[in-house]
């Protein structure tokens, strides 16, 4: 009886609470986030890690104990790899190695964090978040740390995460349909027919017609394309003014010409003013043209009228005008 009661009493002692999961948080993965975002976010990832029950090693104390050539080797190695895990888990004498995840995409950010077993390598969960922005990059570490912890747990500590009861559908109770009444059937009686009660007309519906929404009147609006001949004619009156005192200058050079000061050559000089000055009556030609087109496009009534403007370029000169139907 003594021993019989000892063993009810163990198996209905409470069991000694498990170690927390020891994880070593390694270097992140990162690819355009700068330096500074970087180490905030490998603090923070540490800090959440804590409050979620781990002991966690951080990467850096664990370092500085190695000799330089072991430390160069575990900073070189791609923590993708299956060898590089596992060795990263070795040096911290830790269960997982925790790797944060920043890295820049055309959308954002992807952010998000992996565990991996220190024996193995196998990964034992990740939760990456695409399209995050700069500002939101700390929260979605929290939130992705939220997914994985329980993962974690429940793969390397299966007794300490409660299986959640099954939530209880709630019963429908079945509508009772009301059984159908039978009118009672005529008496037949033989030789006498049988008197058929002609279907009840249905009453005639008339549809409801409601009033239309009364439509308001949209005023045209000018097209945008009528100050383009004004625009046009400004950058050409501008070019005239231009080639006017290019012309001015070349005047002056040979009213100034003496038998002291002689202008050698004259000819060129006079031929180069000719040129200026034709460019420059052809400039405000097509300035005032543009300008005068413009007005008559804008005071056209808006929406009436299918006038646009035309303009022609060829070797000799140019040509603004309107083409279409005036009203």
Not at 53 to 69: E, H, N, Q, S, Y
Not at 138 to 148: G, H, I, M
Not at 182 to 201: H, I, Y
Not at 283 to 292: D, E, K, T
């Amino acid at each position: 009886m003594p021993l019989l009661s000892t063993l009810f009493l163990l198996a209905q002692a409470p069991q000694a609470p498990q170690e927390p999961i020891t994880v070593l948080v390694a270097p992140s993965d990162t690819v355009g986030v700068p330096t500074h975002i970087v180490e905030f976010a490998q603090e923070h990832v540490t800090e959440q890690a804590r409050a979620k029950g781990f002991t966690v090693k951080r990467m850096k104390d664990i370092l500085r104990r190695m000799p330089p050539a072991r430390r160069r080797t575990l900073l070189r190695c791609k923590r993708t790899e299956l060898r590089c895990l596992t060795s990263l888990g070795q040096a911290g004498k830790t269960e997982a190695v925790l790797v944060a995840e920043l890295i820049q995409r055309s959308d954002g950010y992807r952010v998000g964090t992996k565990l991996y077993n220190s024996k193995d390598g196998a990964l034992l969960a990740e939760h990456l978040i695409p399209g995050v922005g700069e500002d939101g990059m700390l929260d979605a570490l929290t939130q992705s740390l939220d997914v994985v912890s329980p993962k974690v747990a429940a793969t390397l500590r299966p007794g300490s995460v409660p299986v959640p009861p099954p939530e209880p559908k709630p019963s429908v109770p079945m509508e009772q349909t009301p059984a159908p009444t039978l009118e009672p059937s005529p008496e037949v009686k033989p030789g006498v027919p049988l008197a058929v009660k002609p279907p009840e007309p249905l009453p005639a519906v008339r549809p409801e017609v409601t009033p239309g929404a009364p439509t308001k009147d949209v005023k045209a609006s000018r097209p945008w394309w009528i100050w383009m001949p004004a625009a046009g004619g400004a950058v050409t009156a501008g070019a005239g003014t231009y080639f006017l005192l290019q012309a001015q200058k070349k005047h002056d050079a040979l009213k100034n010409s003496t038998v002291d000061n002689p202008l050698f050559n004259a000819d060129q000089v006079a031929k180069d003013g000719k040129r200026h000055q034709l460019l420059s009556r052809i400039g405000f030609g097509l300035g005032v043209a543009g300008v005068a087109t413009s007005t008559v496009l804008y005071l056209l009534p808006p929406g009436k009228s299918d006038v646009k403007p035309t303009v022609s370029v060829g070797p000799g000169g140019g040509m603004v005008g309107v083409a279409g139907t005036l009203p």
